[in-house]
T-cell receptor, first 112, second 114 residues
Framework: LAKTTQPISMDSYEGQEVNITCSHN???????ITWYQQFPSQGPRFIIQ???TKVTNEVASLFIPADRKSSTLSLPRVSLSDTAVYYC?????????????FGSGTRLQVQP | NAGVTQTPKFQVLKTGQSMTLQCAQD?????MYWYRQDPGMGLRLIYY???????DKGEVPNGYNVSRLNKREFSLRLESAAPSQTSVYFC?????????????FGNGTRLTVT
């Protein structure tokens, strides 16, 4: 399974756009990229999933370059409530071999 | 619609004691999972059940057993608790393991082993 690397922490201010990049150099052909958000004392929550190019939903955008060796989660106009840990996972969607490990994630701190 | 419910929320055990963590989902999902999260760390998969009647080891299965009681319920048992098992345990479910759909998590069981 592809190993992922993310920054340990990031700081931002309310109203700014935040981009969190995840490296997954050995991503396989069938692997999808999924991002989760986790607040303290809660389980992770699904944000977005993609395979290539760009995916957008009501919460975030996911940018995946052509070589798929990295991906960027973009959070537009963050607020204090976006302070959380963000996890990038890479796993095979078709055969059920999910990413086993969430990794340490990126701790985002949003300041007023 | 409660989603994924875990009981208990908190538990303190002494070394050598046993206990079962309960998990139930009401979303008619086929696949269920148990993760543990140590302080400041990500989640590691202990066991999973792709469908009712099947279970498989994850990354850190030693010291644990699981039972997929029915489609709704997936329990995690610690036969002889050790301090190294102090952690937060999360149960999750998904529609189908192979579908790549999102995992839905409970709010965790905080276990301390003294």
């Amino acid at each position: 399974l592809a190993k992922t690397t993310q920054p340990i922490s990031m700081d931002s201010y309310e109203g700014q756009e935040v981009n969190i990049t995840c490296s997954h150099n050995n991503i396989a052909t069938n692997d999808y990229i999924t991002w989760y958000q986790q607040f303290p004392s809660q389980g992770p929550r699904f944000i977005i999933q993609g395979y290539k190019t760009k995916v957008t939903n009501e919460v975030a955008s996911l940018f995946i370059p052509a070589d798929r060796k990295s991906s960027t989660l973009s959070l537009p106009r963050v607020s204090l409530s976006d302070t959380a840990v963000y996890y990038c996972l890479v796993g095979d969607r078709n055969t059920g071999r999910r990413a086993l490990t969430f990794g340490s994630g990126t701790r985002l701190q949003v300041q007023p | 619609n409660a989603g994924v419910t875990q009981t208990p929320k908190f538990q303190v055990l002494k070394t050598g004691q046993s206990m079962t963590l309960q998990c139930a989902q009401d979303m008619n999902h086929n696949s269920m999972y148990w993760y543990r999260q140590d302080p400041g760390m990500g989640l590691r998969l202990i066991y999973y059940s792709a469908s009712e009647g099947t279970t498989d080891k994850g990354e850190v299965p030693n010291g644990y057993n699981v039972s997929r009681l029915n489609k709704r319920e997936f329990s995690l048992r610690l036969e002889s608790a050790a301090p190294s098992q102090t952690s937060v345990y999360f149960c999750a479910s998904s529609e189908r393991q192979a579908a790549g759909g999102p995992l839905h998590f409970g709010n965790g069981t905080r276990l301390t082993v003294t």
